[in-house]
Structures are given as structure tokens and as C-alpha cells.
């Protein structure tokens, strides 16, 4: 039987212009990812693995091809509408954190949730959840220049799950920890994928992240590749 | 969320912020201080009344009219009361001690200016004794004139020294009553000008003419002006208000200038606010990325951005309206000889309330634009 594919790729592609000239960035890409899944996309730097992201997760537009979601054709949506279902279908974790410094951790968790028809009340439950998911309840009054590294990402990780997206997108999620940090976030969000069933994309350079996935693709100068023979026995 | 946001943010670089609200405070505080200027310019004009009507000789207010005007003015369908006066041009002690001085008909000039409150004791003594003045309380705290003085003025447009007795004090019934006037008798300028100068006796140099219905100012002030036509002294009868703004109008050069620097001020501290939200915006590009890509609007994002300005801009004109009082009332102790009333009038604290807002908003349109239009992997690039 076949899995329940939630994201469904076909011969997508996207270039930029760089001055007069266009630089073609992903090519004929088509790739389905089932639900659940914990993805780990890998390849050297400027191979279109962050673009990639970034067309799963509408923040980008792709030149041609199709990127569903979850059913839906996202290829086809306006700003407008792709702005809403960014609110309610994807989470995202990014490398650097990105939390708002003016807003404590709670209230970062809780920014996403503003968009939605909750009430105050249902808001403050559903980012405590989220916190206590992350295992920082006790520091939810803490602003982000109060927290190490792995612990805002934590933060980051919560605000990604809070509005309990159809995918999380995770760009470089350990690149700026150390460690130590970066296994706790790893194995978080393990525990997401594993636990919860969240379907999970994460763009990595570092093979101990990508090892934690549980499968991989490779990207090579735009195109989807087999990976070298290192990389797959690193993360094996 | 959003309140929390722009709040949080319109502190969040410290040092530039509050300079910027300085910046913003001065600017108000100058703008609102020349606005209150150019009020004081034309106090005159908005204490005017429009059931008055001023003649005076068609060539030059330099050039007398004579006395028995008075009567056939009188008799013109609208006129209710007529007054007449010169001005004296009388110097207290030394010519530094300028003031306005008036030989006027006390009993209808009194009548005609309601907005004069002199106590009715004091009102009675100074209608009966030829030699009285009356004194308005400004001027009398400036030379700490009391009941009973003598005063002394020497006079330069009639030649002597002439003495007079404090007889009465008045207080304005409005602000913009003029408190620093000094009235007396007509009579007793007239009759030491019949012995000493009788060819300048029962001549007046205005007639005060008060209308029984406002809304004929026009056709009585022309009927008076043809009965006087083709004669040795044809008059020009104009409203007050009309007769005052003759006065403001020569100096309408200056007010233009300082209208002009007061919006150039204006103009200034928008660019400034300009400038601080364009660096705020610059530096948090990345977070607006982050915004985005959470699923927030561009309504959001402008609205964070406007509402970050406006509090800077509001903060800084609420301070800088709040010492304008103050900064006024100094001023105008300094400046009384010049300016008689120097109040912040209600307009001017609008004008600058309206100023800040104005501020806040077309600082905050550019980078507003550059938030919302800036692509959001572009924006992330930003980050880190």
C-alpha cells in the first residue's frame, strides 16, 4: 500500500537572476515525502537545499513545477493566501533561532497562536504546552538575550510546534550550537517525529543531524543526487 | 501583541530613541513657541469686535479729524455709539518704557470696550476727575503703579510734560484683552491744546463708531465715508478688525519668515524621525523576515512600523506641548513692551499636536514600504 504522502514535489525548478544573467538553482526536482517522515537534506554549500526549504514552506516562488502540501498546490497561492497558510501549516526552525528580543519566551511562543481565533486563555495553554514539550516552563518569562543557544532554539522549536503545523522546516537547526546543545535539539526533535508523527524537513551540513533522520536525500548542484560514499557512512 | 511590540521597540536602542524624542520635544516646543509669536502678532485683530467700526482720515491716521464729526456720524441709520480718541504717544521716565497711551471720551470709549472690567468705584472717581487715568493691570505691575499715583509722561507727539492721577485699574474680560494700555481724558488734552497749540484743538485723530446690528458694518461704514466726501478731511471707515490687520500687515514680511522657519522645523525633525525609524527597520529586517514567515501581514508590519513612530513622535510633541506653557510665560514677561497678550492659544497646541502626528506618520511611510517589499529569504539572509 502506498504511504500517505504529504508532500508531493514534481519537476520543480527555480533560478536567479544575477544581473542579466540567470543562474539556474534547482532543476526538474520531484520527490515525495511521506507523512511522518523525518527527511535530512544534505549537499555542499550553494547546492539549492535551502531553496529547496524554502519552496516547501512558501516562502519562495518556484519558476515552474508543482509543490503540494498536504493536498494543497501551493505553487498556486498568492502572497495573501500564502502568508495564511504559512500560519497554519508550517512551522519553521531556523539556524540562528530568530526569536523576537523583545518578547519573552512565552510570549514568542505565543506569537504565531495570535494569528489563530484562540482566546487569551486558550493561547496561554497552548504555549505552555508547547514550552513544557521543550522542557522550559521555568524560563518562559526569560527574553532571549537570558537564554544559551540551545535553549532558545528550544524556544524556537516550541513556537515552530505550537500551532501543531502539517509540516516543521528546519534550516541548519544545530549550525550555531555547540555540542552538547545541538544533541538535546536533535534528539527533541526526534522525539517529535518519533512521538508525535510531526513530518519533519531539515536542511544539515553536519552528518550527526543527518543521522538522526530517518532518511536522507542528497542535493547536488540543484539536481537530486546519491550521495557520496562518506556522507552515507557518516550517517550510518 | 501588537501594542506590546511597538512599545517595546520604540525603546529598545536607547541612547538614539531618547535623542530623538529631544530632538522631537525642541522642535515642538519652537514650533509652537513662533505659532504662539504670530498669535501674538494678531491679538489686536482677534480681540476685535465686530460691532465696531473705526474712521479715520482717509490719508493717514497721522492726519487729524475734526470734533464735529462727532455729531453727523452720530446721526448715520446703524450707529448706536461714538467715541474718539488720539493717540498720545506720551514717554514714562525714559523712551525703553514703551507703552500704548490714548487720550480717549471716557464715558462711550468705556462703553464701546465691555471687555475693559475697571471696579465701579474706581470707574465713577475716574470719569469724574479731569486729570485721571486708567491704567491696565499689566502695566501697572510693571511699574508697580498703585491707586493714587502720579504719573508723569512727557509727551512727544504734544509737546510738555503732563500729569496724571491713577484713578482706576481695568482687567481683561478675555485673554486676549489687552492689559497694558493707558487711557484719560480727552478733555484734558484738548483744553491745554487750546491754550498752547490751538490750531491742533478739537481735532481727534479715530472715531470709535459702535453699530447697533454688526451685520450692517458695511453700509454704515460706507454711508459715514460718503457724507464726508469731497470734503477738507474725508474719512476711511473700516472694522476694527480691518483697522488692526492695517497694523499687522506691515510687519507681514516678518510673519511670513517666521511661519516659514516654523514649518522648516518641522520638516527638519521629520527627517530626523525619518532617519531613526529607517535605522530601526534596517537593523530589524531579519525579524520582519521572521514575521512573515510566521504569517504575519503587511498591515501588521506597517502598523508595528507607524506605531513605533507615532509613539516616538507623540512622546516627544506631548513633552514638547507641555513646556510651551511654561517657556510662554517667560517669554512673555520678557517680551511684554512688544507683546501686550502672549497666550498659547488653543489653535496652536492643535497645530502642534497635529504637527507630531503628521510627523509620526510620513516618518514611518518609507520604511514601512522598505519592510513589507523586502523578499523573505532576502530578509533572513540578514540574520546572525
Redesign the interface.
Known sequence: MRENIIVEIKELSKSYRRGSQSVPVLENISLDIPEGEFLALMGPSGSGKSTLLNLIAGLDQADHGIVKVGGIDITTLSETELADWRAGHVGFIFQFYNLIPVLTAFENVELPLTLTGLSKKERREHATTALELVKLEDRMDHYPRQLSGGQQQRVAIARAVVTDPTILVADEPTGDLDRGSAEEVLKLMERLSENLGKTIIMVTHDPRAAKRARSLKYLDKGVLANAPETTFSECL | ?LL??LF??AF?HKLRNTLTVCGMCIAILAFGMLRTVISAWYAGVEASSTSRLITRNSISLVFPLPLSYRDKIRGVEGVKTVSYGNWFGGIYIEEKNFFANFAVDPKTYLELYPEYIIPVEQKEIFLRDRKACVVGAKLAKRFGWEIGDNITLKGTIYPGNWEFVLRAIYTGRDKTTDQSQFFFHWDYLNESLRKIAPSRADKVGFYIVGLTNPDLAARTAADIDNMFKNSFAETLTETEKAFQMGFVSMSEAIITAIKLVSLVIIVIIMAVVANTMVMSVRERM??YA?F??????PFFLAGMILGESLVIACLGGGIGILLTFPLAKAFGQAVGDWFPVFNVARETIVMDAAAAVSVGIIASVFPAWRAIHV???EG?RR??
Open positions: 501583541m506590546k511590540l517595546r521597540n529598545r531579519g525579524e521572521v512573515k514567515t510566521l504569517g504575519f501581514g523578499g523573505i529569504a533572513l540574520v546572525g
